[in-house]
């Protein structure tokens, strides 16, 4: 089934702006449960309620939809959602271990993975500017990595032995972080194939689902209990699930049957900024100076090498319309 991008209702643009915003509270929210309730409890139920929330909705205006699917199309939406479940468990866990600002910015280090991953997934080559974009990223990670372990004393970097570094938890929040950028570098990839033909409510009906099951799936392997929690615990799940998930992530994914994998990708640079914003005025959290310059450093080069991938798509899409004048 093919979905027409033409004359979309709400401005892409103006859509994903929300969607910052709305993604941006995830961490606080996730902080404020981490208090009483296991991180696979927390991303079990972000996804398990969001996806009982879209399912009456699935039923009553994609049924049709939901029955005419082909395999492969719904094969590659479970395997999206297993790629979004392992994104999850694995970036909420590193908030237990390092600070807010550190774990979004590794996040979302999602382009740099899309555009490395492409050559092999999308068989589309890697540009000169892509590698001096990864470049600047794995200096920047070096800085921001480096940040968590050492201190700046008497005019001196002070930093711990490399066994204690790589044994350290903030080293183990990074590395948590960078692996769910790189699981949601996957789930970026497959939406965007699929979200040229199929709807986006039946997509994220599918990939959220399979989301749900793997993660409640290791919530119960790792003897976590879904019950007795403090009601306010309760809540924090209910607005990961409505804000960031269904109205953050879901308007990504709308974005995707309009807007190349590449440009979208560029816009979640929006939320460390909010995050760490957020994390100031709420959790207390200061980044330090040499943490900003790190992130700096990340986030242009995300910016640096995603910019020739939008190039690329524009260039393309350009070439479709003339063909087809």
Not at 99 to 109: H, K, Y
Not at 233 to 260: D, I, K
Not at 261 to 273: D, N
Request: aromatic share 10%; net charge positive; with cysteine.
């Amino acid at each position: 089934m093919k979905i027409s991008p033409s004359r979309p209702a709400l401005s892409p643009l103006l859509a994903i702006g929300l969607g910052i915003l709305a993604v941006s509270t995830a961490s606080i929210f996730i902080r404020y449960a981490q208090a009483e309730a296991p991180s696979l409890v927390i991303a079990a139920y972000r996804l398990s309620i969001a996806s009982l929330a879209l399912v009456p909705v699935a039923i009553a205006r994609r049924k049709g939809e939901l029955g005419s699917l082909r395999k492969q199309e719904i094969g590659l939406a479970l395997f999206s959602g297993m790629f979004l479940a392992l994104h999850f468990a694995t970036w909420i866990t590193s908030l237990e271990y390092t600070s807010v600002a550190s774990s979004v910015v590794f996040v979302t280090t999602t382009p740099l993975w899309v555009a490395l991953l492409a050559p092999f997934i999308l068989k589309e080559p890697i540009g000169r500017q892509v590698i001096y974009g990864m470049g600047l990223a794995l200096i920047g990670g070096i800085v921001v990595g480096v940040s968590d372990s050492c201190a700046w004393q008497a005019g001196r970097l002070m930093c711990p032995a490399w066994r204690d570094f790589f044994a350290g938890q903030a080293f183990l929040g990074d590395l948590l972080a960078l692996v769910g950028a790189v699981a949601a570098s996957f789930y970026v990839i497959i939406g965007r194939r699929l979200r040229a033909r199929v709807s986006l409510v039946s997509y994220v009906t599918l990939v959220y689902g399979m989301a749900a099951v793997v993660l409640v799936a290791l919530m119960l392997l790792a003897g976590h209990s879904p019950f007795g929690y403090p009601a306010q615990v309760y809540l924090w799940f209910v607005l990961l699930a409505l804000v960031p998930q269904l109205l953050g992530h879901s308007t990504f994914n709308w974005a995707l049957g309009y807007l190349s994998a590449a440009y979208v990708s560029i816009t979640l640079l929006g939320e460390p900024i909010g995050s760490t914003l957020l994390a100031y005025l709420l959790l207390g959290e200061v980044p330090t100076t040499f943490k900003v310059f790190g992130a700096i450093l990340i986030l242009a080069g995300i910016y640096l090498a995603s910019l020739s991938e939008v190039a690329k798509t524009s260039r393309s899409n350009l070439h479709a319309e003339s063909a087809d004048a």
